[in-house]
């Protein structure tokens, strides 16, 4: 198994392609800074019959502070969502000339399409011995059940906290028994957020073997050709075929960017890991 995740063996030998661009990596700097908020700012409440959640929202000032500052990450989330859809809005323009299915289902695309099912089906039949590994383009499906969730979790999570911060105004626009609703939501969808993206997205972003014990590429926001070859074979040689390859070449990643990388990588899921052993301890004590 090739391991992609060792820095010491970038060499100016070796081509490098730029993955994602500075909007996209600023994008997701805010989605991990308003996330990791949102979570050590929320959870306290949930389960604030435990120890720990007392001890970490007294750090933040009591109840009301960790309140307060819940809702300065809420709008940081806002933020990024409504850049995004910017962004989205700009591709599609930029694609206006061509086919509607090109931008809609095209490679470039989140949106999932009978290749992702395919993807899934075969990756479990590699996954038995039972076939060879799938070839993915740009995006794999589960990245694009990953970029999907976010839309889930602002229209659920996002909708619910508004309703809890804005009571009033919302007040003379729905019935009170949908505030009961939206703190059921807001809470237990909350948790089912935390909980996939401190397990299922960090293993397949960061703790699956090839890319352990940290995946670079979102924070340098470059592949390797060896990499690219390996992990999106089909942009690869699609792009190689059109001779497109040239336009996303580009240096490698400084060791100074590498260090930033792993600071701030390993800082994130390390608070992601302590918050899922919270979590998990906190359901274990309710089920006595």
Request: glycine share 8%; net charge negative.
């Amino acid at each position: 198994m090739t391991d992609y995740s060792h820095t010491e063996n970038i060499g100016q030998e070796e081509r490098w392609y730029l993955r994602f661009n500075y909007y996209h990596r600023f994008l997701h700097a805010l989605v991990i800074i308003s996330f990791l908020g949102l979570v050590f700012t929320g959870m306290p409440l949930k389960y604030s019959h435990t120890g720990w959640a007392q001890t970490l929202a007294g750090l933040m000032g009591g109840i009301g502070a960790a309140g307060k500052i819940h809702r300065v990450f809420g709008t940081i989330t806002w933020l990024y969502f409504f850049l995004h859809l910017l962004f989205a809005a700009y591709y599609v323009v930029k694609l206006r000339d061509e086919p509607l299915l090109k931008w809609f289902l095209g490679p470039n695309s989140m949106v999932p399409w009978i290749k992702d099912l395919e993807d899934i089906i075969g990756h479990v039949f590699w996954f038995l011995g039972m076939g060879e590994r799938p070839k993915f383009d740009r995006f794999t499906y589960w990245e694009k059940f990953d970029y999907l969730a976010v839309f889930w979790g602002v229209g659920i999570i996002g909708f619910s906290g508004l309703m809890l911060w804005f009571p009033e105004f919302f007040s003379q626009l729905v019935p009170g028994w949908t505030f009961n609703v939206a703190i059921i939501l807001h809470s237990d969808e909350a948790l089912l957020a935390a909980g996939f993206i401190f397990t299922i997205h960090f293993f397949n972003t960061h703790l699956r073997p090839e890319k352990f014990p940290l995946d670079h590429v979102i924070f340098t926001g470059r592949i390797s050709e060896e990499e690219f070859q390996h992990e999106r074979p089909l942009e690869y040689e699609r792009m190689r075929e059109q001779g497109t390859l040239s336009s996303i070449e580009s240096t490698p990643p400084t060791r100074t960017s590498l260090l930033w990388a792993q600071i701030i990588g390993f800082i994130a899921y390390g608070m992601g890991l302590i918050m899922i052993l919270f979590i998990i301890y906190s359901a274990l004590k309710e089920l006595r």
